[in-house]
């Protein structure tokens, strides 16, 4: 079983930034991809960023410029880094990853964005 604690939610007023940060731990083989989604209240959850074992990366449109994903291979670890937060950037940041074709996800995280 793979386990996966996000870290680094919290409040921040529009125009600031906020870093999540992921560990995972377990019976980890080889992690292939590690992203982030992110669900708002009443919406459905939709992919924010993800980042493949050789570095790749993909966003989602609306963050694209805003928001950077990163990873530590050696610690099992993903970031997201989050600069210029708008308010319809509130919702709970879930991270998630591949290993050995099954889906692992965090409890996930609270990002709230006041304008």
């Known amino acids: 079983q793979v386990q996966l604690v996000e870290s680094g939610g919290g409040l921040v007023q529009a125009g600031g930034s906020l870093r999540l940060s992921c560990v995972a731990s377990?019976?980890?083989?080889?992690?292939?991809?590690m992203g982030w989604h992110r669900q708002a209240p009443g919406k459905q959850r939709e992919l924010v960023a993800v980042?493949?074992?050789?570095?790749?990366?993909n966003y989602a449109d609306s963050v694209k410029g805003r928001f950077t994903i990163s990873r530590d291979n050696a610690k099992n670890t993903v970031y997201l880094q989050m600069n210029s937060l708008k308010p319809e950037d509130t919702a709970v940041y879930y991270c998630?990853?591949?290993?050995?074709?099954?889906?692992?996800w965090g409890k996930g995280t609270l990002v709230t964005v006041s304008s």
């Open positions: 998630g990853l591949s290993d050995r074709g099954i889906i692992y």
């Open positions: 377990g019976s980890i083989f080889r992690i292939n991809d």
């Open positions: 980042i493949s074992s050789s570095g790749s990366t």
